[in-house]
């Protein structure tokens, strides 16, 4: 791959801590196909048609230029990255929110202090520890999309909208979590989880 990658390709890529053995070769390929190539070679990026902003061709598994934005790839590695994905409570506001993170306590003590989604008493209920976590963190929401709601809140400075969160039962949340993780165990879970039993 490294002599059909330009300098100013193979410089992106190893800003980002990429090479060329990291580049599925995309060009004169149907996407559908490419698409299941590139994760059957496990591949990170995909060197394809050039963009419409900039005319870059490194694209990432869902044919987006890496480029023009590489939160692509941070949200690419956090989709596949081995972590928890938990499930914390606010009685306050009477909302769960399932998210991924290495540190439990530390993103509890970070939810608590950026008052995320407008509460200051987050507490950790649940978590598992699995492959693939944003893929299973997806695909919990999107079995529980129905109890999904948004509230603002302040972050240095600026207000931010809080997504990821559920008007739900604790017990909603674990069931769709716990299935869509598949034969993980839990690391742990509260002692009274009957407190957030919330109803809509």
């Not at 050039?50 to 598994?61: D, E, F, P, Q, V």
């Not at 914390?88 to 439990?104: E, Q, R, Y």
Request: some cysteine; glycine content about 8%.
């Amino acid at each position: 791959m490294k002599d059909v990658l330009t300098e100013g390709e193979l410089r992106f890529l190893a800003s980002q801590g990429l090479g060329p053995d990291d580049v599925f070769d995309a060009r004169r390929l149907p996407q559908w196909y490419w698409f299941r190539c590139i994760e059957e070679e496990g591949k990170t990026v995909a060197l394809g048609g050039r963009c419409k902003k900039a005319g870059h061709r490194l694209r990432s598994r869902k044919g987006h230029c890496v480029q023009c934005d590489t939160r692509k790839l941070a949200f690419q590695a956090r989709y596949r990255a081995e972590q928890y994905v938990y499930i914390a409570g606010s009685l306050s506001a009477k909302l769960i929110k399932i998210g991924t993170c290495v540190d439990t306590q530390q993103r509890e003590r970070q939810l608590c202090a950026e008052r995320y989604g407008g509460a200051g008493d987050w507490q950790m209920i649940f978590a598992i520890w699995v492959k693939n976590a944003g893929a299973v963190e997806q695909s919990a929401h999107d079995r529980l999309s129905r109890y999904a709601v948004t509230r603002d809140y302040w972050k240095d400075g600026l207000q931010q909208a809080g997504i990821e969160l559920l008007e739900c039962a604790f017990s909603e949340a674990k069931k769709a979590l716990t299935e869509v993780a598949g034969d993980c165990d839990a690391s742990w879970s509260i002692r009274y989880p009957a407190k957030y039993e919330f109803s809509r």
